[in-house]
């Protein structure tokens, strides 16, 4: 998905002298296997050198060079033979986890998030801050950020891991450059660049920056490190302050001409329904965004940073477990403007699936009725083709994830892009 993101740091494989000598086909072609065998390895963790060799249609000789060159970048591991086989065992290689690791940071209306994942998924620091950014300087809000990003660096340092690169994800409209527009929700945040911000406030060397909006991020931690594997097609909603929806398509995201899509909160769900902080007028986020959806349950809607008091999420998810009858209708009625919407997307977009993510998650068990309702009788392929709707299997860790596997990812598709040196020895 590299193509589509144009805020690298540095673009390795343009400047390393090393590559000048090696014929530019014979480079082209020694890039492309690396990236085939390392995403092999990736996909299904366990294969040897001569599985690797029938599942690539490559030789074993010049798979195991393949091997030994990304073995030697410290990007893939070989284990000892697995044991209860017929015959000569082979020995699993899987990417390392001692690899490069990849830094993620969400910022959001009431909380910044951050994690550091290693190069096979795994969230190995994590930590998250109650703040409440809206009114705050992007300053304040990313020193905040920076100092618990910073923690985490130096337990990666002492866990032996290398950080390699950042990824930051914003409720709002990132263009490809990384340049956060507009967050209606934040309002001081416009025309900076958080991740390069934050790059400089870390004082580290980074190789790889990206910016994104959360919901898109939420989208490709989903795609990546969420339970189902199957899925490659879907629309991911993200429940927050505002409604965001990250768009997956074979895999892929689909983030519009300039970067600025999903924003599926702005979709007009009563054309005469209450203003709207973008200048519209009955947008979904004024029906079923967080603060609305409070509201409309008769509780506080100033967000409590605290998730324990009154006000907040789970004390929604109680009363409607509780059955209370306000609860309920508006839940029903959040569910009910999130399907007419989502209806409108999946005219255009065909998609088999929605992930609730977010705060929707939580409420799933509310919401997918009144959704997959709207959704049987507005989408127009519904009655052979249902879309299914699913919860996110990363909850409120999705965006966080997302944007730390933009590192590792990007590695793994090209990994001779970040380490020149392995085309020298492959
Ligand atoms: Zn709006």
Redesign the pocket.
Known sequence: MAEGNRNFARMPYQTGSQLARVPARQQLLKRHNLSLVLRQVTASRSLSRAQLAARTGLTKATVSTLVDALMDARLVVERDPERGFIGRPGSPLSLNPQGPSGLGMEINVDYVSCCVVDLTGAVRFRKTIVSGNRLLRPEVVLQRAVRAASLMWRQADAAGLTVFGLGVGVPGLVDFDGVLHRAPNLLEWQGIAPAEVVADMLGRPLQSLYCDNEANLAALGELWFGIRNSLRDFVFVSGEIGVGAGIVIDGELFRGVQGLGGEL??VTVDPMGPA???G?RG?L?RVAGREALLEAAGLPVEVSPDRNRAGSVPELVARAQAGEPTTLYSLEKAGTALGIALSAFLNVLDLPAVVLGGFYAELAPWLIGPVTSELHDRVVNHSWSPTEVVVSSLGAEASVRGAAGITTRRIIDDPSAWFPEILARA
């Open positions: 909160g702005h709207c902080k973008c519209g947008c986020e």
